[in-house]
């Protein structure tokens, strides 16, 4: 399908006409292609900064602001705020996100020992704001902002052990939705995707197992990466997997197709990977060999698609495509039904 009849796939996805876009490289025939500008943001933009990465970004006043993830010369992980007029050069603040308590009533949980790989949208009346919140071990903060200044803490969503949380962009069966990815308190070895509801974003249960790690770059864990696409052909979920070699741990993303009212089960899954870590500042890095992607933006009219990704734990890039050519991608590379069960 061409390009530009790409929007009538998109669901509840309003315009963005100033959205950070370049056309695929005229020998490209992949399914997404990397900025030339990469990396957009290094890892020093801020004094205080020893590399940003795995961050997130929305829309907001015309323009576009974000959360990012610093890891500062402590090499503590913390988040600040940052704002851009193209979504592509980038001022961030160099004083973390300072988070307030709602009405006192998470204020024995609102000092933390680091917070690291965010993900925002807007969801009803705010921006919330997810992250992996350090509670006595990795678990799923919450907040929200309504102007990028000032950020309310709420409670965590689930005990510890828990990454990559991420909010559905409206209530599904009159429920809020999330996925995440249950761990442990190191760099965890195993990782399945599950989902959860709740009814006020405080209380979370019916816990649905979506799926789990397979084989080749998807084999060791899997974790959702921006906020699921609302398609006339399911959620769409770029998703981030790692294989283990010989050298450690590489992380490659790829993409599945959800059912929309129930997001548990599966559709469509990719069997090869989207954009795996083969630049040099992919490869080489605090931590080589990782492309982490956390944010895209999209664009209701013509179905383009910027998506945010960290690399090599240094730095954070750009990559582009259009929804409608990533959901036929996924559809005709997906993994036989026979293999979703595979475990290798």
Known sequence: MSPEKTHNLLVNTPALPNIPWEDRPGRSDTVMWRSAHNPIIPHDLIPS????????????????????????????????????????????????????????????????????????LWLEDRYYVTWCNGYHGPTIGMGYTHDFETFTQLENAFLPFNRNGVLFPRKINGQYAMLSRPSDNGHTPFGDIYYSESPDLEYWGRHRFVMGPLFGWQATKIGAGPIPIETSEGWLLIY??????????????????????????????????ILAPQMEYERNGDVPNVAFPCAALMDGNSGKLALYYGAADTVVCLAYGYVQEIVNWVKENAIPEKYLNFKG
């Not at 300072?98 to 006192?104: L, P, T, V, Y």
């Open 240 to 273: 981030h997997g790692v294989l283990t070699s010989c050298n450690g741990f590489t992380y490659s993303f790829g993409a599945a197709l959800l059912d929309l009212e129930q997001p548990w089960k599966v559709l469509y899954r990719s069997a090869p990977y």
């Open 49 to 120: 900064s020893n590399s940003i990465f795995n961050s997130a970004v929305v829309p907001y006043q015309g323009k576009f602001a974000g959360v990012f993830r610093c890891d500062n010369k402590v090499r503590v992980q913390q988040l600040h705020v940052g704002h851009s007029a193209d979504g592509i050069h980038w001022q961030l603040n160099n004083e973390r996100i300072h988070w307030q308590a709602e009405n006192g009533k998470v204020a024995e949980i609102s000092e933390f020992m680091y917070s690291y790989d965010p993900r925002v």
